[in-house]
């Protein structure tokens, strides 16, 4: 069975900044997109990041500059930096991975259970 817990959120001033953490456990060959979305209150669930096994990481336009994305592939972790933090990113963060289980590369994707994270005065 797979598991993602995520940690990390909180809540932090306008300006401050939050690390989130995301660690994939469980029976895992290996890790393809490993991604974190976000849900303001009462909006839909959004795309924040998104990280590949090879490649350039993606931010989604209205953070760069202010979020960053990694990811330890050794520690099946996903890490997303957030500075400057704004009121309007206020929300629950979500982790999700896309987990290759067995070498028939048979694939599934998981969600972590969400950490919040509260910008306000």
């Known amino acids: 069975q797979v598991q993602l817990v995520e940690s990390g959120g909180g809540l932090v001033q306008p300006g401050g900044s939050l690390k989130l953490s995301c660690v994939v456990s469980g029976r895992i060959f290996s890790i393809d997109t490993m991604a974190w979305y976000r849900q303001p209150p009462g909006k839909q669930r959004e795309l924040v990041a998104a990280?590949?096994?090879?490649?350039?990481?993606t931010i989604i336009d209205s953070m760069k500059g202010r979020f960053t994305v990694s990811r330890d592939n050794a520690k099946n972790t996903v890490y997303l930096q957030m500075n400057s933090l704004k009121p309007e990113d206020t929300a629950v963060y979500y982790c999700?991975?896309?987990?290759?289980?067995?070498?028939?590369?048979?694939?599934?994707?998981?969600w972590g259970q969400g950490t919040q994270v509260t910008v306000s005065s």
């Open positions: 990280t590949f096994r090879s490649g350039t990481p």
């Open positions: 999700y991975a896309d987990v290759v289980l067995d070498v028939t590369m048979r694939t599934r994707n998981y």
